[in-house]
């Protein structure tokens, strides 16, 4: 599925889905899994359909398979808790990390559409794990990742980074209340515009050649996106996504993204992410200095967190050094509160870039590991025509 940003990837046994239990009354639950059942991956008679969340999401869960199952699909529901996360790291013995997940592997040959349920309230419980752990864990689930594109599982992750917990609120210096009215606004966007942001960006982009990034804390990034598929996360699986195939296939809740893989061999400049989340604290001042499309090195105020990252980074095998994903926000509804620290994917004129592997983004990257952030504030100019001026989205759309 997507990024988790700046970790390698677990993998889909070991984290099933570590969803928070903040969310609509419960007597909505019912409308929100209608539209994602019906509008968002559009379930079909026949279908089989995988549903997976924690336990403390299993009402909005058993809506979201009720209403699979009234549109004639079958539905296979999954409960876990991410309190046991830890638990399959510390007693499944080392030796079987790197094995198939031959199970899984099965269920993409005969799933048609996953949903999933995402967020986090425990971020930091696998901060003192062996990072070589970490690696062949996210080598195995990569092989899964890579057989649902190549099955055409229509996949729905919800959360996106902004699924509200404590956890997840505090790391943005937001309130739970706070980070839940941005997550449901960010659900409860005017779609029709949003599709019409999108479509501008991708044709910016799907016709550009060169993209230039800069942001006042120092960011001045150049590289080339031409012949490069452009893809869309507008909240829809549509006919023609699913005749596109493998990337077209998935989309993030709240919706709003247009991403791209660079050139490989192009990138140069530097790059600076102000704050990262990562596990249960930040990283300050991430900056790396790119050259031929790799960084040459990074840097960051000295914490915790930053150690940790290094010690990840350093496990992970393949071009992990290599910019490999670039992003822009076009969900309006989506606000950064002035004064906090959140950012995300989503919003409006947010700017997200990356190195390492990139399978989700319709990339060839197959590393396992990946660095990836999101900046508020850029501008972004492709082949002289400006995007984003600031942080703010400069698209002309037919919707004004």
Known sequence: MKKILVVSTLGAALLVAAAASAGPAKANHKSVAEKIVSQVVNVKEGDVVSVAGDVRDFDLLEEISLAAEKRGAFALQTVGKESNGLRFVKEVPEKYDAREPKLQLELAKIVDVQIGVWGQEMPGQYKDIPASRMTARAKANQTLEKARMDNGVRQVAIGNGLYPTDATAKQY??????????????????????????????????????????????????????????????????????????????????????????????????????????????????????????????????????????????????????????????????????GSKLTSWVPAGSVSLGFGGNIWAGGTNDATGDIISSMNGSTVVVDGKTIVEKGELKVSTSGG
């Open 173 to 338: 210096g937001l309130t739970k209340a706070q980070l839940e009215k941005i997550f449901w606004d960010g659900l409860d966007v005017d779609y029709t515009r949003l599709q019409a942001d999108a479509e501008a960006v991708r044709a910016a982009l799907a016709s550009g050649k060169e993209v230039r990034v800069t942001n006042s804390n120092g960011t001045d990034l150049k590289f080339r996106i031409e012949a490069r598929q452009v893809f869309v996360s507008d909240g829809v699986i549509s006919d023609e996504d699913v005749k596109r195939g493998g990337a077209a296939l998935q989309v993030w809740l709240p919706a709003g993204e247009v991403y791209v893989t660079p050139v490989p061999g192009t990138a140069e400049g530097k790059l600076v992410f102000d704050r990262v989340p990562y596990a249960d604290g930040v990283i300050e001042g991430l900056t790396f200095e790119v050259k031929a499309g790799k960084f040459t090195g990074f840097t960051a105020k000295a914490s915790k967190p930053f150690d940790r990252l290094k010690e990840v980074y350093a496990a992970a095998t393949g071009a992990k050094d290599e910019l490999s994903i670039f992003d822009i926000g076009v969900n309006r509804a989506v606000k950064v509160p002035a």
